[in-house]
């Protein structure tokens, strides 16, 4: 108990891990600010991200610092669709696979909701990735990151579509 009341204390203090990391020139975690995202500080790959999301939406810690300006948050912060695409696809990336193989579906609406993509738009970029599946799904393996930059060469390779490009 006393380990977390002084880790609280000190991210209170120094702003958090991800204040510290923007000011080093990193970028912050994809994991957004809060306690969890605090306990699992530098480890890498989606499980201790979506550790560190759950941990932060679940507990309610998210709120208290975004509105008080402590645990890595910031007050006047903005939410940038980039960031909110890495949570979407951290989240459901099996989901995602399965709505571009068919075409459709609700992860997939979400994501061009997302990027806003125009509704005379929707139709071509649901063709464009599920054309491009393999492309972007090469392996059960593959990484939120890897299929950010899949689907941005698909986009940036479409004369409509190119405005849609994740800037990263």
């Given at each position: ?6 880790s609280a204390v ?81 989240s459901s990336l ?75």
């Amino acid at each position: 108990m006393r380990l977390v009341l002084a880790s609280a204390v000190l991210a209170v203090t120094l702003g958090g891990p991800a204040a510290w990391a923007q000011q080093q020139g990193e970028p912050a975690s994809s994991a957004g600010c809060g306690v969890g995202t605090m306990l699992f500080e530098g480890q890498k790959g989606p499980v201790p991200q979506i550790l560190a999301v759950t941990t932060n939406g679940t507990s309610g810690n998210q709120t208290f610092g975004i509105t008080s300006g402590t645990l890595g948050c910031e007050k006047d912060g903005v939410v940038r669709p980039p960031t909110k695409v890495h949570v979407l696809l951290l989240s459901s990336l099996d989901n995602l696979a399965g709505d571009v193989a068919r075409g459709d579906g609700e992860t997939l609406n979400s994501l061009a909701s997302l990027l806003t993509v125009a509704p005379e738009d929707q139709p071509r970029f649901f063709a464009a990735l599920q054309h491009n599946f393999v492309r972007l799904f090469p392996s059960e393996n593959v990484t939120v990151d890897e299929v950010i930059a899949s689907m941005n060469a698909v986009l940036a390779q479409d004369a409509v579509l190119q405005r849609y490009v994740i800037a990263t």
